[in-house]
């Protein structure tokens, strides 16, 4: 099992891409994966033959241990030399030897730090990963309770995280108790953009057009491009705007790469594919990790305001309300209705200040407020 993400301890095979007896050539698709961050698709290394499967579709192996047996190539295995192969677990898994009392029983470091926050004890826990090894969901399952004439709760059933959902939740906790954390909000006219839309089709949404104001915007306080980490900031010379993607088990964070370079006919391309394969489980570890600022749109969903968790090391993140119709006093003294939105800039405190937060908003304001400029 190859890294394919800088934190993963394990990971799921999804798919074979060949099977036993496929000739392969060095840089085609053997396998997909699934990370704690995503599904990705592995390229084989060398020329060869796959020879035989360890881990078969569903079955999960921890980080370094074989997969499969490879044959053909420059690092053929004699199957005398190469490792017992090990069966996935059946829909119903079978019971796995229970290490004696005395022994260190054999679980994956997720499985053994499960094992610790809901108090279970690995000895006497049947393992269903591969040789019997224990993973996450036989902790937890072992850790639920399900009651069976209901209670006052009814019953209740322990539900495992998905890696990638178990790596937000350890992520977003990190945000919340060691980032010192303030709001700035301001009010956004966004008439003119929304007319823009209604009177060219295919037009950019509007989440491209805060994409790329914001780009532009961080170009001229670079502060904000930064990381904080080991107690200093780092600032970044390209400007990746990661947009925050929805999807039914995660919220995964692809970055439009350089998208203070890019016109908004691209980035309006390229946030759509991304979008796509965030969906589909698709994206690539670099594309889930080169983000230097998060924007998070809750628009669509007529949210009017709120409030995002910034995603470390990144020292801000931008969160985007739904349009709404509101009564301006005109220069003149009276009343226009106009279309606008609520910005709430969310920014670490030791990174960058109040007044720092204040004038990103006012530049992000001014070009928002004259789009004719983003589109050039």
Request: proline residues 6%; glycine residues 8%; aromatic residues 4%.
């Amino acid at each position: 099992m190859p890294r394919l993400s800088d934190s993963m301890e394990e990971a799921t095979i999804s798919a074979w891409l060949k099977q036993p007896g496929d000739e392969f050539r060095r840089g085609e698709p053997l396998v997909e994966v699934e990370t704690d961050k995503a599904t990705v698709v592995y390229e084989a290394e060398v020329d060869g033959v796959l020879a035989e499967i360890l881990v078969a579709e569903g079955g999960t192996a921890a980080l370094g241990a074989p997969i499969a047996k490879l044959a053909g190539g420059d690092d053929e295995v004699e199957a005398s030399e190469a490792p017992a192969a090990v069966a996935p677990p059946a829909v119903e898994p079978a019971v796995a030897a229970v290490p004696a009392r005395g022994e260190r029983a054999r679980a994956t470091p997720v499985a053994r730090r499960t094992a610790v926050e809901l108090g279970v004890g690995l000895h006497g826990l049947s393992g269903t990963g591969p040789g019997g090894r224990i993973r996450k969901l036989d902790v937890v399952r072992a850790g639920s309770t399900s009651t069976a004439n209901g209670g006052l709760k009814g019953t209740t059933t322990a539900v495992p995280l998905s890696p990638t959902r178990e790596t937000i939740a350890r992520r977003m906790t990190q945000s919340r108790s060691e980032i010192p954390t303030f709001d700035v909000t301001v009010r956004v006219d966004v008439t003119t953009i929304l007319e823009l839309r209604r009177d060219v089709e295919g037009a950019p949404s509007v989440n491209d057009f805060v994409v790329k104001a914001v780009a532009l915007t961080l170009r001229e306080l670079p502060a904000f491009n930064s990381s904080f980490v080991d107690g200093h900031s780092e600032r970044h010379d390209r400007i990746n705007v990661g947009i925050a993607v929805a999807t039914e088990d995660a919220l995964l964070v692809p970055a439009v790469l350089d998208a203070d370079a890019k016109p908004l006919a691209a980035i309006a391309a390229e946030t759509r594919e991304l979008a796509q394969r965030a969906k589909a489980r698709r994206l690539t570890p670099d594309e889930l990790s080169a983000s230097t600022f998060t924007v998070s749109n809750l628009g669509m969903f007529d949210v009017h305001s709120f409030t995002a968790v910034i995603n470390p090391p990144q020292v801000a993140i931008l969160a985007v309300g739904s349009a709404v119709r509101t009564a301006v006093e005109t220069a003149a003294g009276g009343v226009e209705f106009r279309d606008t939105a609520l910005f709430t800039l969310s920014s670490d405190h030791r990174a960058v200040y109040g007044a720092d937060a204040a004038r990103f908003l006012g530049h992000l304001r001014r070009l928002l407020e004259h789009p004719l400029s983003l589109l050039l």
